[in-house]
């Protein structure tokens, strides 16, 4: 097949690029090194693996991950339909079985008769029309291609992962099934007192880590930051942060606990659960040592160990232009969290916009951006507009869209005018520029 485009990185963002374009009825040729070459950080060859958290976060529209949820429908996502055949119970977080999310997104590109998969590494830019959607961890002769276009170093920083523990090796006379506030009960908690809690920040902040890599040199995105570095900058830094009580009530005491360790499930038949927010970079030796000593979790088995790993991205605003080619390139579009977006949906939104722009690009047209009133639009007009000497990579909030032209008192009342408004504007842009509405297309039953 002679493709009409090429797509670089079969990730989530490439995905739903891939898939976009397909509906638009151009021929893709998507390109994935794995499992011909691996990464640090993916343990299988399927497409749309996920690497960290098992969670997409809020589905609630007055949420700002909420909304980028919706819009992302509105265009067909392939993330959010391969979400719904893989869902585990998170309250009224969307999370999944991440090997069947993982299978559902690798046959909703396979099934596509447009796209061609390709088991390759990519060692330079493609000629043509290319969408690079690489993400953090693209190969090192991709990265010194992508600098050479572009005349500037990436920028680094890195991720951690939490560790994940069996359900059968927890002790239920300790751990308790509860949400905050009673609202569900997806989660389980190991609660601790104030002598529990303080011993075991202690133990935190004096734990050996991984050392080497320059990992000290450079940052951490914040939104991703190993516990114990949490730990270190404060007693009740953590109790205040992923291990916060409140909500929740021992059922052993009747009271709230000083602090909690939640667990939500990574599966849907419940037997791995995930550690909240505990992504680190303490050796194995270390991790064994000092998580047991949370209470409930004295003979945990862990099915996975937390880890850490180095990300990348582009300094969007001095690098690209505006949808996110290079100057030199206007047929060379990039995508997902390379161009400094943060965040599974965040990404995956980069990557159908992408393929909505390089579908008009073909066709002749202009590429168009959402408006700022949509968490979509605001998203990328902050990689655009941001100082690229303090460019960070960056998770959808409400800060990013425009403020509300009428004074609403009430948070949460303003944070729901704040979703209609986006919703409305953005389906109105899409009207208005011909963009199809969304297409769900039938998966096999493999994943649900």
């Known amino acids: 097949m002679t493709p009409d485009v090429t797509v670089v990185g079969g990730g989530l963002a490439g995905c739903e690029a891939a898939v976009r374009l397909a509906r638009a009825g151009h021929r893709v040729t998507l390109r994935e090194m794995r499992p011909i070459r691996a990464t640090e950080a993916h343990q299988t060859d399927l497409l749309g693996e996920l690497v960290c958290t098992n969670s997409f976060k809020s589905e609630d529209p007055s949420n700002a991950h909420g909304q980028l949820k919706r819009e992302m429908r509105a265009l067909g996502s392939v993330l959010l339909s391969s979400a719904d055949l893989s869902r585990v119970a998170a309250g009224s977080a969307l999370a999944v079985d991440r090997h069947l999310f993982a299978t559902a997104m690798t046959e909703a590109v396979i099934d596509r008769p447009e796209i061609e998969l390709v088991r390759a590494e990519s060692t330079s830019l493609p000629?043509?029309?290319?969408?690079?959607?690489?993400?953090?961890?693209?190969?090192?002769?991709?990265?010194?291609?992508?600098?050479?276009?572009?005349?500037?170093?990436?920028?680094?920083?890195?991720?951690?992962?939490?560790?994940?523990?069996?359900?059968?090796?927890?002790?239920?006379?300790?751990?308790?099934?509860?949400?905050?506030?009673?609202?569900?009960?997806?989660?389980?908690?190991?609660?601790?007192?104030?002598?529990?809690?303080?011993?075991?920040?202690?133990?935190?902040?004096?734990?050996?880590?991984?050392?080497?890599?320059?990992?000290?040199?450079?940052?951490?995105?914040?939104?991703?930051?190993?516990?114990?570095?949490?730990?270190?900058?404060?007693?009740?830094?953590?109790?205040?942060?992923?291990?916060?009580?409140?909500?929740?009530?021992?059922?052993?005491?009747?009271?709230?606990?000083?602090?909690?360790?939640?667990?939500?499930?990574?599966?849907?038949?419940?037997?791995?659960?995930?550690?909240?927010?505990?992504?680190?970079?303490?050796?194995?030796?270390?991790?064994?040592?000092?998580?047991?000593?949370?209470?409930?979790?004295?003979?945990?088995?862990?099915?996975?160990?937390?880890?850490?790993?180095?990300?990348?991205?582009?300094?969007?605003?001095?690098?690209?232009?505006?949808?996110?080619?290079?100057?030199?390139?206007?047929?060379?579009?990039?995508?997902?969290?390379?161009?400094?977006?943060?965040?599974?949906?965040?990404?995956?939104?980069?990557?159908?916009?992408?393929?909505?722009?390089?579908?008009?690009?073909?066709?002749?047209?202009?590429?168009?951006?959402?408006?700022?009133?949509?968490?979509?639009?605001?998203?990328?007009?902050?990689?655009?507009?941001?100082?690229?000497?303090?460019f960070q990579p960056m998770n959808s909030n409400w800060g990013l869209v425009d403020p509300l032209e009428t004074h609403a008192r009430d948070k949460k009342h303003k944070r729901e005018l704040l979703g209609e408004r986006a919703q409305a504007h953005f389906l109105a842009w899409m009207a208005e520029h011909g963009i199809e509405p969304a297409e769900h297309p039938a998966h096999s039953s493999a994943a649900g």
């Not at 009673?182 to 050996?208: I, K, S």
């Open 127 to 390: 000629e043509g029309p290319v969408i690079v959607a690489t993400g953090p961890l693209t190969s090192g002769p991709l990265s010194d291609s992508i600098r050479e276009l572009l005349g500037v170093s990436a920028l680094a920083f890195f991720d951690a992962i939490a560790p994940i523990v069996h359900r059968d090796s927890l002790d239920e006379s300790i751990v308790f099934e509860a949400g905050r506030f009673n609202e569900d009960a997806d989660y389980l908690n190991c609660p601790m007192d104030r002598d529990e809690y303080e011993a075991f920040v202690t133990l935190l902040t004096a734990g050996q880590a991984h050392e080497g890599h320059d990992w000290d040199a450079v940052p951490y995105f914040e939104g991703c930051l190993p516990v114990e570095v949490m730990a270190g900058r404060g007693v009740d830094t953590l109790r205040f942060g992923p291990m916060k009580p409140i909500g929740l009530t021992d059922p052993r005491t009747g009271k709230r606990p000083w602090a909690v360790v939640q667990l939500r499930r990574e599966d849907r038949a419940g037997q791995m659960w995930n550690m909240v927010g505990f992504q680190t970079r303490l050796k194995v030796g270390e991790q064994r040592r000092i998580l047991t000593t949370i209470p409930g979790l004295a003979d945990a088995e862990f099915l996975r160990w937390g880890s850490i790993h180095r990300n990348s991205y582009l300094r969007f605003p001095e690098a690209l232009t505006a949808p996110g080619s290079p100057p030199a390139r206007p047929d060379l579009l990039f995508a997902g969290q390379l161009t400094g977006v943060e965040g599974y949906t965040e990404s995956a939104a980069s990557g159908i916009l992408a393929g909505v722009n390089m579908a008009r690009l073909l066709e002749g047209l202009d590429p168009v951006t959402p408006p700022p009133t949509t968490m979509m639009g605001g998203l990328h007009r902050y990689l655009r507009e941001a100082e690229p000497a303090r």
